[in-house]
């Protein structure tokens, strides 16, 4: 498998990473999925996909949503026999304060025509950070007497130094070699890296700088991670059936460093305000005496 990201050095774009798994059909593991032009994105809402800013806006002129081939496995244009929509951009929506470090690395995408595939519910705050950390705060209450306070304390930097958790899960279509690209959707297990162990393994670099907007990731096997040229993919968590982030940036080996995502729970106002925005729009347009 192969999942890539933009790095601080695109002249490396095509470095091998393997080891991941095709994405099952059935059940289909990622039916709401969405191909643009050399990124992924996700079906968020039956009218917006979302995916990373980086990905320049050509990329998503046309998506592919429910996507699981391409290329010779998609010579009769049946998506290997796998329901599909293709759908196209209407108006884009970059998140608020992005630059040269993919602080907010995000893009809202509308479409001409609403999709009937069932989109992802994303992170909107109740997901991983809130659920996960209130499990594992009740367990540490009943085990160690935890107080109120520490309780409350514990939840506030729960973001900032929890790591471990499972069922992860990044899907894109990608490299598996220098020059060969998958023609099959694939998709990779991959763990939570505390922010303070991801601020430590990235102090030393320039064109980085870790925020609580990001959210950090490796798999124990450091081989299996996304990579250059699959950016705003998704970081799925099959537990709670969330869409928790969107594949950013990485190191320019594609190995042994954690891959940063942008975290969709830290953008669920902008996010939200850019839906109704963008919506109200196409009301005007169709309706202009309003």
């Not at 980086?54 to 496995?73: M, Q, W």
């Not at 929890?162 to 990044?170: D, H, M, R, S």
């Not at 099959?184 to 980085?208: N, P, R």
Request: glycine residues 6%.
């Amino acid at each position: 498998m192969v999942l890539a990201v933009a790095t601080a050095n695109d002249d490396e774009a095509y470095l091998p990473i393997v080891n991941g798994d095709r994405a099952p059909l059935t059940p289909k593991a990622h039916p709401w999925f969405a191909k643009g032009n050399g990124c992924g994105a996700a079906l968020v809402t039956p009218e917006f996909v979302i995916t990373a800013e980086h990905c320049n806006s050509n990329s998503f002129d046309r998506a592919r949503i429910g996507a699981v081939c391409t290329g010779n496995a998609n010579e009769d244009y049946s998506n290997c026999n796998s329901p599909f929509e293709v759908r196209y951009a209407e108006a884009m929506f970059e998140a608020p304060n992005n630059n040269d470090k993919n602080r907010n690395d995000l893009r809202l995408v509308q479409l001409t025509k609403p999709s009937t595939i069932d989109p992802v519910k994303i992170d909107s705050g109740f997901g991983m950070f809130i659920q996960e950390p209130l499990r594992r705060l009740s367990i540490l209450a009943s085990e160690h007497k935890c107080h109120v306070s520490c309780f409350l304390t514990k939840s506030i930097f729960f973001h900032l130094n929890a790591t471990g958790k499972e069922n992860l899960w990044t899907a894109s279509f990608g490299q598996t070699g220098k020059s060969d690209r998958s023609d099959y959707l694939m998709h990779g297990e991959t763990k939570y890296v505390s922010l303070v162990d991801c601020t430590k393994v990235f102090q030393t670099e320039a064109w980085i700088e870790i925020k609580n907007s990001m959210i950090c990731v490796q798999n124990d096997d450091v081989s299996k991670q996304a990579c250059f040229g699959d950016s705003g993919g998704p970081l799925y968590d099959s537990d709670s059936n969330i869409h928790e982030d969107v594949v950013s940036t990485g190191n320019d080996r594609c190995y042994g460093l954690p891959v940063i995502n942008t975290r969709l729970a830290s953008h669920v106002s902008s996010i939200g305000n850019a839906m109704l925005s963008l919506a109200f729009l196409r009301v005007l347009f169709f309706f202009p005496f309003f």
